[in-house]
Structures are given as C-alpha cells and as structure tokens.
Nanobody
Framework: QVQLVESGGGLVQPGGSLTLSCTAS???????MGWYRQAPGKQRHMVAL???????NYADSGKGRFTILRDNNKNTVYLQMNGLKLEDTAVYYC???????????WGQGTQVTVSS
C-alpha cells in the first residue's frame, strides 16, 4: 500500500501564498500526480494535475495563481498557491494515479484556510 503524506497547509490572509507538498512512500515516476480540494458541504474536485515529465493542467479556479511541480527524485509533488482567495479555503488532497496500472491512491488531506 502506498502512503501519501501532505504538508504545508495552514491559515493565510487573502492575497497570501502557500506551498503544499505531498511525498509518496514509493516512486512516483509512473504515476500522474494531482491535487484536489474539498470545501465544506461541497464535492471534491480537481485543482491541478501533472504527468511525469509533463506540464501542469489546471482547473479554471487556479489558472494563473497555482503551479504544480513534481520532483521524481524526491517522490514529491508540490502545489504553489499565490494570490489566495477566501474561496480557496478547503481541504487539499494529493492523488496518485497509475499510468500503466489501475492503482489510485489518496493522501489524508491538509487544511488550507484563507481568512482575514
């Protein structure tokens, strides 16, 4: 079983920045990595995805403000978030999806709260 450990969440003022990290217990080289978020009372939805060696794909909500990066050598994916808004408040989850296998793994989530 693969474990994904997220970190970097916290409380930030509107307009501030946070960088989330997600480290896997095994190599991520053969996996698409993604960040999802779930606000209270709402469904979980995709924030950003990145394939191995590829560029990021973003939901409209984060385009121009969020950047997803991966370091295969460290088995880690990052989400750099700038210009945070109140509506970015959510639990952020890391997801790992096999490219050549049906494997799907989720992290436990990290809380991001944007508040003045």
């Amino acid at each position: 079983q693969v474990q994904l450990v997220e970190s970097g969440g916290g409380l930030v003022q509107p307009g501030g920045s946070l960088t989330l990290s997600c480290t896997a217990s095994r190599s991520i080289a053969s996996y698409v990595m993604g960040w999802y978020r779930q606000a209270p009372g709402k469904q979980r939805h995709m924030v950003a995805l990145i394939a191995s060696g590829g560029s990021g794909n973003y939901a409209d909500s984060g385009k121009g403000r969020f950047t997803i990066l991966r370091d295969n050598n460290k088995n880690t994916v990052y989400l750099q978030m700038n210009g945070l808004k109140l509506e970015d408040t959510a639990v952020y989850y890391c997801k790992m999806v096999g490219i050549n296998t049906p494997d799907v793994y989720w992290g436990q989530g990290t809380q991001v709260t944007v508040s003045s």
